[in-house]
């Protein structure tokens, strides 16, 4: 049986529908996988005669999934229509999943400012796919390679929070649950093993206290605790030591205490091939790493190589699956 990938547009006044038909364009055909697009149909359509692609969309392999509500030809950046739609199509896509409609969904990038301007209530992709299938135990993940094919997998213990909350709403629990996520991410890739490393919180790990609490009081015991539940895990390692030895392949894995500290060595070591993947949700998620890109869209010059690589790994993991 063929996979089903669903794949959302994202923000159509951003780069989300030109990188999806990019994306599809560049995968084999025929493979073992029929798309199905998740948005405005009739923007797909001239889309793809205007960068000249020949997608056969509404074939059986790419099917088209509209809802009928077909959006204005003419929409300013972040326009309040769009940002609508864009949600709508991801409840679309939870709630195909959910109904094994579809076996994993791919998501084209949103802009959240956008979204709570046109007044939705919304924190991220990875908050709204938790929500709607009712998982709070999600995290989430980064991961790509760099040229010469050496990895980052990144965990996230907290995620899209001001950085001054994020040393009141880090607890042990979050760390636990990012480490578990991450080591049953590396199993889920087929990796032979599952070491993880886990970041301290304050520079040099708080040097001693010098810097903060936070590492022997909340980080070593969340370590602590995972060892002796069997997992392989190294820490607290100064986060500007850790990447280094993970990319170096002493690790599989590395768990970050916030945003930035591990999106910006992951995007500096793999821009243009990094993933988002929800870890823990009962359906295979990924995303490209990046934005809307307002500046660039309709220009026809977006890189789907994110894309590419989003969709590869949903279908790597779909496979994996479905073999059991």
């Known amino acids: 049986m063929p996979l089903r990938i669903g794949l959302t547009i994202g923000d159509v006044t951003g780069i989300g529908p030109e990188i999806a038909l990019k994306a599809v364009a560049a995968e084999p055909a025929p493979d073992d996988t029929c798309y199905r697009f998740i948005g405005d149909s009739t923007r797909l359509r001239l889309l793809n005669e205007t960068l000249k692609l020949g997608l056969p969309l509404g074939s059986e392999r ?21 940002a609508r739609a864009a949600v709508h199509w991801l409840g679309l896509a939870a709630d195909m999943c959910l109904a094994r409609e579809l076996d994993a969904v791919v998501t084209a990038p949103v802009n959240k400012e956008a979204i709570v301007r046109a007044g939705i209530p919304f924190v991220g992709q990875t908050e709204f796919f938790s929500e709607r299938a009712k998982a709070d135990r999600t995290v989430m993940m980064l991961l790509g390679h760099d040229e010469r094919g050496r990895w980052l997998r ?6 899209h929070l001001a950085l001054r ?6 607890t042990a629990g979050k760390i636990q649950l990012a480490i578990e996520r ?10 032979s093993r599952a070491r993880v490393a886990v970041c301290g919180l304050n520079p040099h790990c708080g040097e001693g206290g010098e810097f903060g609490d936070d590492e022997p009081r909340i980080v070593e015991p ?25 990319l170096h392949g002493e690790f599989d894995a590395v768990v970050a205490m916030y945003h930035d500290q591990g999106l910006a060595p992951l995007k500096t070591v793999a821009f243009d ?9 009962p359906f295979i998620r990924t995303s490209p790493d990046h934005g809307t890109a307002y500046n660039i869209a309709g220009q026809g010059i977006a890189n789907p190589s994110s894309m590419i690589s989003a969709i590869r ?9 479905a073999r059991g």
């Open 273 to 281: 091939t990094g993933v988002n993947w929800t870890l823990g949700l």
């Open 182 to 191: 991450a080591a049953e991410a590396c199993r889920d890739l087929g990796l």
């Open 313 to 321: 790994l949903a279908k790597q993991l779909a496979r994996a699956k």
């Open 222 to 246: 969340a370590i602590a605790a995972m060892r002796q539940r069997g997992f392989d895990v190294a820490g607290p390692i100064s986060g500007d030591t850790a990447f280094h030895h993970s």
């Open 154 to 159: 990144v965990a996230l213990a907290t995620v």
């Open 62 to 82: 790419l099917a088209l999934h509209d809802t009928g509500n077909a959006l204005p030809a003419q929409l300013d950046s972040g326009a309040p229509e769009a």
């Open 165 to 170: 909350e994020v040393p009141v709403k880090l």
